[in-house]
């Protein structure tokens, strides 16, 4: 026996994949933008601990800044002293709007 009514489902994937496409842009575009927030936050933490070993050796504010700086651009850093530690914290904004920050320290070399 046949049934009467025959159901047309020519196109469904076409709709089925409007659908689903924009779902899947967002999450590609979140997960590129997630790794270059994470690639930041590492060439970040990297500049830190060179600006606190060249503040360490004796060298200006400036030029540990200026290293930053040049390193990852748009980043700024504060330094503080502890004991025989000179601590260099950087921050630098990212393409989603967030400030990743890094921290690092070195021995002043018992000055």
């Known amino acids: ?7 047309d489902d020519r196109g469904s994937v076409t709709a089925e994949f409007a659908v689903a496409l924009p779902a899947v842009v967002l999450v590609l575009a979140l997960c590129l933008t997630g790794m270059q927030a994470v690639g930041q936050q590492l060439r970040l933490a990297d500049a830190a601990a060179h600006a606190a070993r060249s503040l360490a050796r004796g060298e200006s504010a400036d030029v540990a800044a200026a290293r930053v700086a040049r390193e990852v651009p748009g980043a700024s850093i504060t330094q503080s002293t502890d004991g025989d530690l000179t601590c260099v914290t950087a921050s630098a904004p990212t393409a989603l709007g967030l400030t990743v920050t890094a921290s690092s320290c070195a021995l002043s070399g018992g000055r």
């Open 1 to 7: 026996m046949r049934c009467r009514f025959r159901v």
